[in-house]
């Protein structure tokens, strides 16, 4: 059987750093010294070992239908080692291809470390074999690796890993060469790196009914196919099936784990689906076709042998394939384990499940039960139980949650950061549940991605990252920059991963737009963190917000129209989906609510103008239709008709709001109903200080695209001991200094609403105005409770502090206590 063996990744060492300009790159002229993989019409020949892994092969020809997009021409493939072509592109793995094993035994290309997981390099080597003037080697140190350089090499001739999810076409080229330089040598940060397909009922589930899995009317193999090259060219290597109702389970299909094993995917379920068992279908749907009997009932307690031959079936079926499987137990779907109701019970029958399910490992795998990938996510009600002693096995991963809106629950202190099997994270880009839903449009900023997983790589979670990205679609950019980060976690720290958006529009649309394009997402994001589109009905804007934010969209608008009418051709429909469609859509939405909200107070006022609002309110409505129609019918030739819905739950945010009539205006007239307008506060951004003051372990660092302000503050490295409030003197702090104020005022400090790193831990900051003694306080709700609720809805937690300022220079000061704590601006009132 094949079996995954938990261990860190290792890095190539380089005996001296290496500029970006010393190593191998791509190059468009000619140069004598050049490896030419396109010249003169002919293209460079690629050559792989036949008994190399399946994965091998499908990179090989993939590779090579990448060099026909950018070509025009198709590159002669040759599985035998019988080429006798001058230029080979040599594809391999260390111990499955004899090419390789042979240049790596003439020190030709540099060896792997014993163990390593996942490396590749990619290399030029003059004179390899007899007859071949030259070879550009991709090697790899197992399977993955070997894939993974393959489709770098794509990404670095100009071919987006969504060249089919999003439509991405290259742009032609006449001549290709790899300039000669160091080798390229990559291995990953995080071991297991992939996605969740989740709440796929109003987009992926039927469009891959109608476009794809016809057959099955289902996500089925020919989707899943799709889904594996995507993950393969993100350089992921792990997947949680789809798993709602909506759809059949992973297994049901026998070609699903068929080909998951040949493109090299490894399997694992989500944090409700306990050994790779999908229950919403397989115990409530179809137990009885599989077993002939009505299934008993799901409690572990009154029905174990059943559960427990369920578990094991499974378990024969999968154990020749590369999997992880989830310990524990949660309800059929997303819900509480059922059993006993006293906390101390559940926790017992909970630990007898996970001891149990030890078992089952044991009685079917050769394998030692601590070698066999198994992870255990504390999510939700789990957490609770978790937090109250559970006996996990040291050999299991812990996957710690964020709660849903992207902000991680609870990290590994130092005691469970000395675990075995390390930790992990299960982190949201989509969400379907409370406090609302975020499945239409994707608004999570690169900034806050890397913060969070940034924050949770400094705690040790480096085991596996799996990021819920909804149905796919429209989340491409930013999960590409998860997988970015798990890959390499150096390369996007929050320091500069604003910077994200430039690289990924100059990658997929060109350097001539590229700027255009990131100043359009970085403002799509800034505005989401102060309210996704989906939430804006839930935030209590003041009318002067809601005038900024309506005059922002427009211009953001505006910018997105502008630019579609210069894009080329071949990438206007990458456009669409990754651009146009999710600002002109949070455009639209703001419109629509904030416009028939103000209709609706004009027309208690008694204005007439109240009637015009309600039409602008009833035309941003109309616009979303047209646009998803257009997104769905339109674009690629109707390629995505089915995949874009834009109700997804049919939530009422997505419905018509209530607008102003004529007899509303009438009745304001004879009652009019006036407001004074709310006092409006002096804003400070918090990267505005005049001063600051550094610690030993830690210091105040500036992040952009960060929170409701564009210019947070906050504490880096995020490995540190939280500072005491006995002794502020030696804590970091930022300082503001202002005039023109006299009297009492509110402080308003408002924060990214993250957790405390571990239970026990807060997110606290300590101000002072004046020399006056420092107020504590923590911004952390207690629990998921209203406070939370509004604090992820709006993109902020705050906290409210009275004080005295006097006539001419004031001082604030602000300590910044405990890891986690970023203030985004000050508000005075």
């Known amino acids: 059987m094949k079996v995954l063996i938990p261990i860190v990744a290792i890095f190539f060492a380089f005996a001296q750093p290496v500029r970006a300009q010393d190593v191998l790159r791509v190059a468009q002229k000619y140069n004598r010294k050049h490896f030419p993989l396109l010249h003169q019409q002919k293209m460079a020949t690629i050559c792989y070992d036949q008994n190399d892994a399946a994965v091998v092969a499908i990179a090989a020809k993939a590779f090579a239908g990448d060099l026909n997009l950018l070509s025009g021409l198709t590159p002669l493939i040759d599985s035998t080692r019988s080429s006798k072509a001058k230029y080979q592109?040599?594809?391999?793995?260390?111990?499955?291809?004899?090419?390789?094993?042979?240049?790596?035994?003439?020190?030709?290309?540099?060896a792997f470390p014993n163990g390593a997981w996942e490396n590749f390099q990619i290399a030029l080597v003059d004179e390899p074999f007899a007859g071949v003037k030259q070879a550009l080697?991709?090697?790899?140190?197992?399977?993955?690796?070997?894939?993974?350089?393959?489709?770098?090499?794509?990404?670095?001739?100009?071919?987006?890993?969504?060249?089919?999810?999003?439509?991405?076409?290259?742009?032609?080229q006449k001549q290709l060469y790899i300039a000669k330089g160091k080798a390229i040598q990559e291995a990953p940060s995080v071991q297991y790196r992939g996605i969740f397909l989740n709440d796929e009922d109003w987009g992926l589930q039927p469009w891959a009914a109608k476009h794809l899995d016809t057959d099955v009317k289902d996500i089925g193999p020919k989707t899943y196919t799709k889904i594996f090259e995507l993950l393969l060219r993100l350089k992921a290597n792990y997947i949680w099936p789809?798993?709602?109702?909506?759809?059949?389970?992973?297994?049901?299909?026998?070609?699903?784990?068929?080909?998951?094993?040949?493109?090299?995917?490894?399997?694992?379920?989500?944090?409700?689906?306990?050994?790779?068992?999908?229950?919403?279908?397989?115990?409530?749907?179809?137990?009885?076709?599989?077993?002939?009997?009505?299934?008993?009932?799901?409690?572990y307690d009154l029905n174990k042998n059943e559960i427990d031959q369920y578990w094991t079936d499974r378990l024969k079926q999968s154990k020749n394939y590369e999997s992880v499987y989830t310990v524990g137990m949660r309800g059929i779907h997303d819900g509480s384990m059922p059993g006993p109701k006293d906390p101390k019970e559940k926790l017992k029958l909970l630990d007898e499940v996970i001891q149990n399910q030890r078992q089952l490992f044991k009685n079917n795998f050769a394998t030692q039960v601590d070698r066999i990938p198994q992870i255990f996510c504390p999510y939700k009600e789990v957490l609770t139980l978790y937090r109250m002693g559970l006996n996990l096995p040291d050999d299991v991963t812990i996957v710690w949650a964020d709660d849903n809106h992207g902000y991680v629950r609870q990290l590994s202190n130092?005691?469970?950061?000395?675990?075995?099997?390390?930790?992990?994270?299960?982190?949201?880009?989509?969400?379907?549940?409370?406090?609302?839903?975020?499945?239409?449009?994707?608004?999570?900023?690169?900034?806050?991605?890397?913060?969070?997983?940034?924050?949770?790589?400094?705690?040790?979670?480096?085991?596996?990252?799996?990021?819920?990205?909804?149905?796919?679609?429209?989340?491409?950019?930013?999960?590409?920059?998860?997988?970015?980060?798990?890959?390499?976690?150096?390369?996007?720290?929050?320091?500069?991963?604003?910077n994200y958006t430039l690289a990924w529009a100059k990658e997929t649309f060109g350097e001539a737009y590229a700027q255009q394009i990131a100043n359009i997402k970085?403002?799509?994001?800034?505005?989401?963190?102060?309210?996704?589109?989906?939430?804006?009905?839930?935030?209590?804007?003041?009318?002067?917000?809601?005038?900024?934010?309506?005059?922002?969209?427009?211009?953001?608008?505006?910018?997105?129209?502008?630019?579609?009418?210069?894009?080329?051709?071949?990438?206007?429909?990458?456009?669409?989906?990754?651009?146009?469609?999710?600002?002109?859509?949070?455009?639209?939405?703001?419109?629509?609510?904030?416009?028939?909200?103000?209709?609706?107070?004009?027309?208690r006022a008694g204005k007439e103008e109240a009637l015009t609002y309600a039409d602008y309110a009833t035309q941003a409505f109309e616009h979303i239709k047209e646009i998803t129609k257009t997104y769905n019918q339109e674009i690629a030739g109707g390629k995505w008709d089915g995949i874009m819905d834009y109700r997804p739950r049919k939530r009422p945010i997505f419905d018509m709001p209530e607008i102003a009539t004529e007899a509303m205006v009438?009745?304001?007239?004879?009652?009019?109903?006036?407001?004074?307008p709310a006092p409006q506060p002096r804003v400070i951004p918090a990267g505005s200080f005049t001063r600051s003051q550094n610690a030993s372990a830690t210091k105040v660092n500036k992040v952009s695209g960060l929170g409701?302000?564009?210019?947070?503050?906050?504490?880096?490295?995020?490995?540190?001991?939280?500072?005491?409030?006995?002794?502020?003197?030696?804590?970091?702090?930022?300082?503001?200094?202002?005039?023109g104020l006299t009297s009492k005022h509110l402080i308003e400090v408002k924060c990214l609403p993250t957790q405390g790193v571990y239970d026990g831990r807060g997110v606290r900051y300590a101000i002072s105005v004046n020399n006056t003694p420092a107020e504590v306080v923590n911004i952390t709700p207690k629990s998921e409770n209203a406070v939370w609720a509004q604090n992820v809805l709006q993109g902020y937690a705050s906290g409210k502090t009275q004080a005295q300022f006097k006539t001419g220079k004031n001082t604030i000061r602000i300590y910044l206590l405990d890891p986690g704590i970023a203030i985004n601006q000050l508000e005075i009132y």
């Open 242 to 299: 789809a798993m709602h109702p909506s759809t059949k389970a992973f297994y049901y299909y026998p070609m699903d784990p068929v080909m998951a094993d040949k493109y090299a995917i490894v399997v694992g379920s989500s944090h409700c689906e306990p050994m790779l068992r999908n229950n919403v279908f397989e115990w409530s749907e179809n137990f009885e076709a599989e077993y002939g009997k009505k299934p008993g009932e799901w409690r």
């Open 414 to 498: 130092p005691q469970e950061q000395k675990r075995v099997g390390g930790a992990g994270v299960y982190y949201h880009l989509s969400y379907w549940g409370k406090p609302e839903d975020y499945l239409w449009l994707s608004s999570t900023s690169p900034s806050l991605i890397s913060y969070e997983l940034s924050k949770a790589y400094a705690y040790q979670a480096r085991r596996l990252w799996v990021i819920n990205v909804g149905d796919i679609k429209p989340a491409e950019l930013e999960t590409t920059f998860a997988m970015d980060l798990a890959w390499n976690v150096e390369r996007w720290k929050p320091e500069n991963a604003h």
């Open 708 to 739: 409701v302000s564009d210019s947070t503050v906050t504490l880096l490295p995020f490995y540190f001991e939280a500072f005491s409030t006995d002794n502020l003197n030696e804590a970091p702090f930022v300082e503001y200094e202002l005039e």
């Open 522 to 603: 970085n403002e799509y994001y800034h505005l989401a963190a102060s309210g996704k589109p989906e939430h804006i009905n839930r935030i209590n804007f003041s009318d002067a917000e809601k005038e900024a934010r309506l005059q922002a969209y427009q211009k953001l608008a505006q910018q997105a129209d502008k630019l579609k009418r210069e894009i080329p051709a071949r990438l206007q429909d990458a456009y669409y989906q990754l651009v146009y469609y999710p600002v002109m859509g949070a455009n639209y939405m703001n419109q629509k609510i904030f416009y028939a909200q103000k209709s609706i107070k004009l027309a």
């Open 89 to 110: 592109i040599i594809i391999g793995t260390a111990g499955k291809s004899k090419q390789i094993d042979q240049l790596l035994a003439k020190k030709a290309i540099v």
């Open 137 to 172: 080697v991709i090697a790899g140190s197992d399977r993955r690796g070997t894939a993974f350089g393959v489709f770098t090499l794509s990404r670095m001739l100009g071919v987006s890993p969504w060249v089919w999810w999003a439509d991405v076409t290259p742009q032609r």
């Open 666 to 676: 009438s009745a304001g007239k004879e009652n009019p109903v006036l407001e004074k």
